[in-house]
């Protein structure tokens, strides 16, 4: 069955610690994987998008990794600021052919304090 | 920058009855779904729509529900009779999807909307 696993489902940093958040999915055949941040009561946004040959991906504080071969993603957070509280949810596009159904993962959640 | 714009903002409806949440994709783009998120659980696909009909769907997506692109503008989710069970946000997303070859490409982002949240009572 297809899957996406996140991991911590919680997490509470200081303002201006790094974090990583971790994400082991079984997606058969798999398409790419991407990172959305979704703040409360607001829709997910895209932070990245990596397909099968990408290993690392920055979007500014943001950089996330891929192990194709283990089959799991991190999403590493620089310097994190207040605004960073939110969900971050790890999705995985499953098929060939046509554009496919993501499997979101339970995401984590991201707490920030002064 | 271009948003996906979703109305209601939230929507009461009594069981039994029927619902359509609206929802305007960004105008150039060429594929749109509609994905629910129960409170407190991971967002679930429902269905994807490209070329005026449906590309995919998810077993949630059951004779219930219905999609449609009325005009230019628009696209909408409408639940037939609904359930308790449908209270949820419901999103909508668009992409602007290309060809490369034969294959759908599937790395371009998804554009949501900040979502409908339905209430059955």
């Known amino acids: 069955k297809n899957q996406v696993e996140q991991s911590p489902q919680s997490l509470i940093i200081l303002e201006g610690k790094n974090c990583t958040l971790q994400?082991?999915?079984?997606?058969?055949?798999?398409?790419?994987l991407r990172w959305y941040k979704q703040d409360t009561g607001r829709g997910p946004v895209s932070l990245t998008i990596?397909?099968?040959?990408?290993n690392t991906k920055s979007n500014g504080r943001y950089t996330a990794t891929l192990d194709a071969d283990t089959k799991q993603s991190s999403l590493h957070i620089t310097a994190s600021q207040l605004s960073d509280s939110a969900s971050y949810i790890c999705?995985?596009?499953?098929?060939?052919?046509?554009?496919?159904?993501?499997?979101f993962g339970a995401g984590t959640r991201l707490a920030v304090h002064p | 920058e271009p948003e996906v714009t979703q109305t209601p903002s939230h929507q009461v409806t009594q069981m039994g009855q029927e619902v359509i949440l609206r929802c305007v994709p960004i105008?150039?783009?060429?594929?749109f779904y509609w994905y629910r998120q129960i409170l407190g659980q991971k967002v679930e696909f429902l269905v994807s729509?490209?070329?005026?009909?449906?590309?995919?769907k998810s077993e949630i997506f059951d004779d219930q529900f219905s999609v449609e692109r009325p005009d230019g503008s628009n696209f909408t989710l409408k639940i037939r009779s609904t359930k308790l069970e449908d209270s949820a946000m419901y999103f909508c997303?668009?992409?602007?999807?290309?060809?490369?070859?034969?294959?759908?490409?599937?790395?371009?982002?998804?554009?949501f909307g900040d979502g409908t949240r339905l209430s059955i009572l």
């Open positions: 997303a668009s992409t602007r999807s290309g060809f490369s070859g034969q294959r759908l490409r599937s790395d371009q982002p998804q554009h």
């Open positions: 994400c082991n999915y079984t997606v058969s055949p798999f398409s790419n």
């Open positions: 990596m397909t099968f040959s990408e």
């Open positions: 999705v995985v596009t499953s098929g060939e052919g046509g554009y496919n159904k993501l499997i």
């Open positions: 105008s150039n783009h060429l594929y």
């Open positions: 729509f490209y070329n005026n009909e449906i590309s995919e």
